[in-house]
């Protein structure tokens, strides 16, 4: 499989800057990310998958690279990618590589959310001076030390989508937090150096406006990960049990000052569109690799296939499909902003389950046009199709929450309800 990559010399750009418009900054993180991508990520992902491993030596590249700090502002020393230059370049990682691109978003949302995100939000002076204090010494452990922040988003009730408060409490104390609570499917377990912790501020009355955005340092006691990890997909991004018993942290350690992570939560809604960029790689991969089975480029597989018709008619439909999804995909990271309008809103959405879906029913193409030796570990366009399968499974905006809000708000105005039967 390591020759694979070595022989697709010609792989364009997965948004040709040209026909997109990129600016060249977006430009050239989008070549460095694919650079990465190609030579280092695509080589080492089947071992990944096979052992259920972090990519450890994925993420030393990245450091390397000054990638752990894509979104750190530049003034803090960062690179200072914007949600949109983000997006782009994290799926030409996902064409190669979806355990390190997924695992990779869980680390960036730590600098997205409260950098170019939260600065975007207009705050009062207090409260961005707050901020900015509280985050610097976090991107200064990112630039410096290569330090790696997860995402643990889960619990395994209501509160990931946004129904109800966090489980996870934050009890305050004179110098900071005592945090009690447990994340499931917490990606980078056992590998990041903080988890960046959702939490609930401990009140009489408990509410999501009091949702708590803290670093809670891997080495700290209290801090525990259980249980296995043997999934269908996405094995490399060993998302095990975190327990957090009696986990005591200073105030600094807050992400964002408190309360702004629920303003954010509600004003800026595209900020959960971050796990996209991964399945959008998977299916410019899917089909990648398509063209090369079929014109006979992949190493040990030389029969020509190109000039049957029922194959060329199944690659159109991929295309037509991969076109699709990457048009609704670009216009709606385009129109991130805070506060979208109600029409924007709804096209997240509907961006998101386009992706997720439609990354599954591509590599399911694949595999059908491509035929049975497309199934071999030795190839990797079934690692692709299992971890397109996991897309829509991904809380905040899993499958089924999307086509749910699609439809709900759709057909009724902020605040309309229905009137009971007489």
């Given at each position: 499989m390591n020759q694979i990559i070595d022989l697709t010399e010609t792989d364009a750009p997965l948004f040709d800057p040209k026909s997109w418009n990129?600016?060249?900054?977006?430009?050239?993180?989008?070549?460095?990310?694919?650079?990465?991508?190609?030579?280092?990520?695509a080589p080492r992902a089947e071992t990944w998958d096979r052992e259920a491993s972090f990519p450890v030596d994925n993420y030393e590249d990245l450091k390397k690279e000054g990638m752990l700090g894509i979104c750190i502002p530049d003034s803090e020393g960062g690179m200072g990618a914007d949600f949109k230059s983000y997006m782009l370049a994290a799926s030409e990682i996902g064409r190669y590589?979806?355990?390190?691109?997924?695992?990779?978003?869980?680390?960036?949302?730590?600098?997205?959310?409260?950098g170019n995100l939260a600065d975007s939000l207009g705050l009062d002076e207090p409260t961005l001076e707050q901020l900015h204090q509280g985050r610097s010494l976090h991107y200064q452990r990112i630039l410096d030390e290569g330090a790696v922040y997860s995402q643990p988003f889960s619990e395994g009730n209501a509160a990931a989508a946004g129904k109800m408060p966090f489980g996870t409490l934050a009890t305050k104390t004179e110098k900071g937090w005592i945090i009690n609570g447990k994340k499931v499917f917490a990606s980078?377990?056992?590998?990041?150096?903080?988890?960046?912790?959702?939490?609930?501020e401990d009140k009489p009355r408990l509410s999501r406006?009091?949702?708590?955005?803290?670093?809670v340092p891997a080495t700290h006691q209290g801090v525990e990960v259980i249980g296995d990890w043997d999934p269908l997909?996405?094995?490399?991004?060993?998302?095990?049990t975190l327990l957090l018993n009696n986990v005591e942290v200073p105030d600094e350690a807050q992400l964002m000052p408190r309360g702004l992570y629920h303003e954010a939560a509600m004003r800026w809604p595209h900020m959960f569109m971050t796990l996209t960029p991964?399945?959008?790689?998977i299916m410019q991969g899917a089909f990648d690799f398509t063209v090369l089975y079929l014109r006979g480029e992949i190493p040990g597989m030389p029969?020509?296939?190109?000039?049957?018709?029922?194959?060329?008619?199944?690659?159109?439909?991929?295309?037509?499909?991969?076109?699709?999804?990457?048009?609704?995909w670009f216009q709606a990271i385009s129109e991130a902003r805070p506060d979208p309008s109600k029409e924007e809103r709804l096209r997240a959405y509907a961006a998101q389950y386009t992706v997720m879906e439609n990354a599954n029913t591509i590599c399911q193409l694949a595999i059908r046009t491509c035929g049975g030796h497309s199934m071999l570990k030795s190839l990797p366009l079934e690692r692709m199709y299992r971890d397109s399968r996991c897309g829509s499974l991904m809380l905040p905006w899993t499958a089924e929450i999307c086509l749910e809000r699609l439809g709900k708000e759709s057909l009724y105005q902020h605040g309309e309800k229905d009137e009971p039967p007489n």
């Open positions: 990129l600016t060249s900054f977006q430009a050239e993180l989008c070549e460095k990310a694919r650079r990465l991508g190609k030579e280092n990520f590589c979806g355990t390190t691109a997924l695992t990779f978003n869980m680390h960036v949302c730590s600098c997205l959310w409260t980078l377990s056992g590998n990041a150096d903080y988890y960046g912790i959702l939490a609930t406006r009091d949702t708590l955005y803290i670093a997909g996405m094995r490399g991004t060993v998302s095990r991964t399945y959008l790689g029969i020509v296939r190109r000039m049957h018709p029922v194959k060329q008619h199944s690659l159109a439909q991929m295309r037509i499909m991969l076109e699709q999804s990457k048009s609704i």
